[in-house]
C-alpha cells in the first residue's frame, strides 16, 4: 500500500495505539484491532514500531505490555521513547474512548475500502 495515499494525521495515529494500550479494552481485542490495521498506514516510523510491537507482543494484560513495550520499542531503534509521555493521560473518560475507538476504525475502513470483499467490517 502506498503510503503517501492516506490522510491520517499523527493524532490519529497516536489515538489508535493509545486505545491499543488502554486498560479499558480486553487482549484479545486488542489482538484483534492491531490485526486489522496495516502498519503501512503509519507515516510516523515510531509509531509504526509501536504498533508492530503491540501487534507481536500478543493477547497480553494491558499491565504485561505497558512494561514490555519501551524495551522493546527501544531495541527496534528509539532509544528516549518514553512510554508515559507518548500515550499521554493514562484515564479516559467516555467520550474520549469513542474518538479513540473512531480513530481506530477509521484507519481500518481506510485500509479496506478499495478491497469491499475482504472488509472486516460490514455494513449494515
Do not use: W
Not at 495515529?13 to 487482549?27: D, Q, T
Amino acid at each position: 500500500m502506498d503510503r503517501t495515499l492516506h490522510p491520517f494525521p499523527q493524532h490519529l495515529e497516536r489515538n489508535a495505539l493509545r486505545l491499543l494500550c488502554s486498560n479499558l479494552i480486553k487482549p484479545v481485542t486488542r489482538v484483534e484491532l492491531s490485526g486489522l490495521l496495516d502498519p503501512d498506514l503509519f507515516d510516523d516510523p515510531l509509531h509504526r514500531t509501536v504498533l508492530e510491537e503491540i501487534s507481536a507482543l500478543g493477547p497480553v494484560a494491558p499491565p504485561i505490555l505497558r512494561h514490555m513495550l519501551p524495551a522493546r520499542v527501544t531495541n527496534r531503534g528509539f532509544p528516549d521513547f518514553d512510554l508515559t509521555a507518548f500515550l499521554g493521560d493514562d484515564s479516559a473518560n467516555e467520550e474520549q474512548m469513542e474518538d479513540l475507538f473512531r480513530s481506530v476504525l477509521e484507519m481500518i475502513e481506510f485500509r479496506y475500502r478499495d478491497n469491499d470483499s475482504d472488509s472486516p467490517i460490514s455494513e449494515d
